[in-house]
């Protein structure tokens, strides 16, 4: 087993326990954007479809890659603006706050 | 992949920040930010991939292109969608990341040469890519038709649909170790992409249309494993640490929706097979009256009542009432009336849904009381404004162990003194059933649309 793989597989452990973690304490109306905002981070996966595009070859796999490369983006960009969509109205509004607003 | 030691840091503080922008997304006064922290982490991510993409000029052309069409694509769908559709907007998000982390490690696949050999870690992490990502891309777009209604939300069971289902996972792991084995070439991943794609329709199919939130997270946290998945493949830290933060996290967050519901995940991913049926008069069978009143009369009650809760429900966001609600909630405070907002976890279409329509009205954050903390108000209530809502304060849930919803925590709104009910018709609610405290003595009927209703009620308090 290589030692990159073994490295790997250790920040994936690590991941696991951090990713149950860190969400521990989410409180139920934040379950929605919390669940759209991680939507968003899993978009990261453009990292990996670009790698892709640009070392395609052949038209097969440019055709995958470019497709795969539109669907990554969307998913980042639509994810991330959706969370805050939902995310600006949970602003606390305070008296003052609500009669800078009217 | 093996990356230099820069590239590598970069890629851990994008990490990080994802790590710290999900623990902020709990809690309610960081979430904003966290959410800008994440996409800093994703920003960071991305330019660090840039240099390391030095390959044909064409290619980089075409990728280039490809993320300008994404971008607007993304970015307009998501600020066009009204608030009642995020749900499905959600879904169709999560679908589309899960497809291209099934195509990422299909190219990666494609890419060994015809007679290489493939490596155990290579194949392994594909076949799992592939077949997670294509059963959340498949899943999320029925998740996204049941909820945009453009096919029935009830559960769609046929018969043979167990063993069915049950052929198609067997032959995705026979091909899945074929693959890894070595057996057979790229056919056999078209061949198992096929068949993850069917599995994802299949699986979602018999869930119901209530259910579809957790049936989304729980393909979010899908499309997360996909993606850390395709870390291995490509050898990539940071779709390894996102994925699986967004896997876990996902995986968690599912647990915890459910539990909101009341139900159980079994029983909600699996229940339409048999075991659990929807033993329903779904329909009041019409021999049952029910009190109706005016605008007028149940104006001049809540005007002279001390304190009034009220239940907003998926009506409230289909006619879009909140800003009539918040009107009315005013115009109520204004006579010295107390005035809270009772929100089930699970009210309208997933859970936060009545917190963010109500906060787009601008109604403060304060008056927005969960179940647990409202719950035992309700026996000091006049009255109980239940507008739009129905199942959430169904009293069969305690009553009626056959039922549906039996066991799921509901609003005590049949404890207040009086009870309205705000609907457009005797139609039952999302669960299909009936509902006894429509007939109750003390509810009054108040038919119509919700923001018609509730604008004819603010005119009647404040005549009253």
Do not use: C
Request: glycine share 10%; charged share 10%; proline share 5%.
């Amino acid at each position: 087993m290589s030692s990159q793989l073994v490295s790997e597989i250790s920040i994936f452990v690590l991941a696991v326990f951090l990713g149950f973690e860190v969400i521990s304490k989410v409180p139920t109306i934040l379950h929605t954007p919390l669940m759209s905002g991680s939507n968003a981070i899993h978009g990261v996966i453009l990292v990996g479809a670009m790698v892709i595009m640009a070392g395609a070859h052949g038209p097969l796999q440019v055709v995958i890659g470019f497709l795969a490369v539109v669907l990554a983006t969307i998913n980042v960009v639509g994810g991330y603006v959706v969370t805050d969509r939902m995310l600006e109205m949970f602003k606390s509004r305070t008296p003052s706050d609500r009669a800078s607003r009217e | 992949m093996n990356l230099p030691a820069g590239i590598t840091l970069l890629y851990l503080l994008a990490a990080v920040l994802f790590i710290f922008g999900l623990h902020q997304l709990s809690s309610p006064r960081h979430a904003r930010s966290g959410n800008l922290l994440a996409a800093l982490g994703m920003l960071i991510a991305f330019g660090t991939t840039i240099p390391e993409l030095h390959h044909s000029s064409l290619n980089l052309v075409l990728l280039a292109v490809a993320i300008l069409i994404g971008i607007p694509a993304g970015a307009i769908a998501a600020r066009r969608v009204k608030i009642t559709a995020i749900p499905q907007m959600v879904a169709s998000f999560n679908g589309v990341g899960g497809g291209a982390a099934a195509l990422v490690a299909i190219v990666e696949f494609l890419r060994v040469p015809a007679g290489g050999t493939v490596s155990l870690v290579l194949s392994v992490s594909v076949v799992f890519a592939v077949v997670i990502g294509a059963v959340s891309f498949a899943g999320s777009g029925i998740a996204f038709t049941k909820l945009q209604e453009m096919m029935r939300g009830t559960p769609i069971t046929y018969p043979g649909q167990q063993p069915v289902n049950a052929v198609v996972a067997i032959a995705i792991v026979i091909l899945g170790v074929l693959l890894v084995v070595g057996g057979i070439g790229a056919a056999g991943l078209w061949l198992l992409l096929l068949l993850a794609l069917i599995l994802g329709v299949a699986f979602v199919l018999p869930i119901g249309g209530a259910d579809m939130p957790v049936v989304i997270s729980l393909l979010n946290a899908f499309t997360g494993l996909a993606v850390a998945g395709d870390g291995f493949v490509v050898g990539n830290p940071v779709l390894i640490v996102g994925g699986t933060l967004v896997g876990a996290s996902g995986t968690f967050l599912t647990k915890m929706m459910s539990d909101a519901m009341g139900r159980s995940l079994n029983n909600l991913l699996f229940g339409a097979f048999g075991k659990i049926q929807v033993s329903a008069s779904a329909t009041g069978d019409g021999q049952r009256s029910v009190r109706s009143g005016s605008a007028e009369d149940i104006g001049t009650l809540l005007a002279y009542s001390q304190r009034v809760i009220i239940v907003p429900g998926y009506g409230l966001a289909v006619a879009q009432g909140q800003h009539a609600a918040r009107d009315l909630a005013e115009a109520l405070e204004k006579r010295g009336v107390t005035v809270d907002y009772a929100i089930h976890p699970v009210a309208g279409r997933m859970p936060g849904h009545m917190n963010v329509l109500l906060a787009e009205a601008n109604v403060p954050y304060e008056q927005l009381k969960d179940m647990d903390e409202i719950n035992d108000a309700f026996r000091s209530a006049d009255v109980a404004l239940v507008v739009g809502a129905n199942d959430v304060v169904n009293p069969a849930a305690h009553t009626t162990p056959g039922s549906p919803i039996y066991g799921m925590p509901i609003l005590n709104a049949d404890q207040a003194k009086n009870v309205v009910f705000m609907k457009r018709s005797m139609r039952p609610g999302f669960a299909g059933i009936d509902n006894d405290l429509l007939y109750d003595p003390k509810t009054i009927m108040l038919f119509g649309d919700a923001k018609d209703s509730l604008t004819q009620l603010v005119a009647a308090v404040k005549a009253a």
